[in-house]
């Protein structure tokens, strides 16, 4: 459960990130976040896991605050929060299984990792991760031979591996044509549904947020504007969240 | 579209534009002083071609001395010249294993205070600032002469060559690799380790090599203040006047030279 009270962000530059955030998304839901270029998408997402902090407010994850927490605790609190990138950001001089395991790094002492062992259950779990976005024979390939949506199922691997509760994904089709795009979103649904991992992802493509989502959050200058079901979501409603009438480049338009 | 027909193209536009004194007066004022610090220069030094003309003949009397090189020596200078390879590989071993905290701490991205990152650069600056043969004089009056204060002077110097290049290395690692491993919950260290080590991993070994080639060559004048290596019998030779003698010497420095440039530019190909 992912609670935010009354958050605020407000970057150093003076720009409103987040206006008075209120919201509750509860474990295993797959929650898509839509809203025009500079609505406070990213900026929502990454003060989840602090990768921004807020200047007000509170976010508390299963009754935790992550507002206060530092140091140890910080990363503890971020282990359990997979996290995938438009750029996939897959160290792309090292190969598959090493990018996968880097999300096992937080549970090991600094010492252990510095040196690069890993015990022989995190190999299986890394494996494990690989099989279930179906990329297992690329595991000791370099990343960068991989294709974008290649590379974006590693990403995904990784935050499994991770043991991740939750995922967060900006923009994680950004980067693919429509075919890749399908495919990584499959994986993301299926993982949600399969492991009840809860989902939160960017995305600007508005037929895909109705297609994939439980849940639609529209954010408008960094207020929420819309939550309700995906159902409820219409092209009117989409109008309303963007201020103006939805364009076609806004829709992937390709059908399942 | 740009519409030709419409822009007028007058004779002032067809001018060279840096000619008029008025408009250009900053770049003619800059010229100015380059032009004084020159001749400022040129007095100062002494630069003069009649004196290179004169000296002709003397360059050629050595010249001659050192025809043909005596190679009686050859099997004297082979000691000091494995020397002078010990001296190169030990010091840029030293200014590797400074470097990389120096390094770090001067990386903006991985730094952990500004204070640690304005230290590490302050050093680094010093380091480099100061020549290894400077180093060298200070290392022979501190542990005595000998190859010793030679590797502590291309340590160290190199050092500071070495630690800015990291730096730059590694504050060119993409942001978005570190944000991943920092997202998974991983410390300052294995981010190091996972995001930063893998992505300056061939820049680490390019620099460390052409450091090696410079610190050959270094090494070979070290001798000249009494810092080990075959500079010593360049010095001493040249001091006899036994010029034959300093040529072969100078031929034994470009083939050893040559040889680790060549076996550098191996090790290169080899990991790139
Ligand atoms: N580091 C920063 N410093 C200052 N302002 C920022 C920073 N990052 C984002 N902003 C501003 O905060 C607002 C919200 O940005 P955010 O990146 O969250 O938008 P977004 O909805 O993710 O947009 P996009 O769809 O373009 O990714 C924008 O006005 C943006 O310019
Ligand atoms: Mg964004």
Known sequence: MIEFKHVSKVYANGTVGLKNINLAIGAGEFVVIVGLSGAGKSTLLRSINRLHDISEGEILINGKSITAASGQELRHVRRDIGMIFQNFNLVKRSTVMRNVLSGRVGYHSTFRTLLGLFPKPDLELAMQALERVNIKEKAYVRADQLSGGQQQRVSIARALAQEAKIILADEPVASLDPLTTRQVMDDLKRINQELGITTIVNLHFIDLAREYASRIIGLRAGEVVFDGPAKAATDQVFAEIYGRPIKKDELLGVEA | ?272
């Not at chain 2, 007028?8 to 004084?36: C, E, H, Q, Y």
């Not at chain 2, 730096?167 to 919950?185: M, Q, R």
């Not at chain 2, 290596?229 to 050893?256: N, P, Q, S």
Request: proline content about 5%; charged content about 15%.
């Open chain 2, 1 to 272: 579209m740009l519409d030709v027909s419409q822009q007028r193209i007058t004779v002032d536009d067809l001018k060279p534009k840096w000619f008029d004194f008025r408009k250009n007066g900053k770049m003619w004022s800059s010229l100015l002083i380059l032009a004084v610090i020159y001749g400022w220069s040129i007095r100062e030094t002494g630069i003069s071609l009649p004196a290179l003309v004169e000296g002709i003949p003397h360059m050629q009397d050595f010249l001659m001395r050192t025809f043909p090189p005596d190679l009686s020596i050859l099997s004297k200078l082979m000691a000091p010249t494995i020397e002078t390879i010990q001296i190169a590989l030990l010091g840029t071993t030293l200014a590797v294993i400074l470097a990389i905290p120096l390094g770090i701490g001067a990386a903006r991205n991985m730094s952990p205070y500004p204070l640690v990152y304005r230290t590490c650069r302050m050093i680094l600056n010093f380091l480099r600032a100061t020549s290894e043969l400077i180093f060298a004089l200070i290392f022979v009056a501190a542990v005595g002469l000998g190859p010793f204060p030679g590797v502590l002077a291309l340590g160290i110097h190199s050092a500071g060559m070495l630690g800015k290049f990291y730096a730059e290395a590694i504050e060119n690692v993409s942001k978005g690799e570190i944000e991943a491993l920092e997202a998974a919950g991983s410390n300052k260290w294995q981010i190091l380790r996972y995001a930063v080590w893998p992505q300056v991993l061939p820049e680490f070994v390019t620099v460390n090599l052409y450091r090696w080639e410079h610190n050959l060559r270094a090494a070979t004048v070290l001798g000249l203040v009494g810092a080990g290596g075959i500079g010593f019998e360049l010095m001493t030779t040249m001091r006899l006047f036994k010029y034959d003698e300093t040529a072969t010497v100078l031929l034994v420095i470009l083939a050893t030279v040559t040889v680790i440039d060549f076996i550098s530019t191996r090790i290169r190909m080899r990991v790139l």
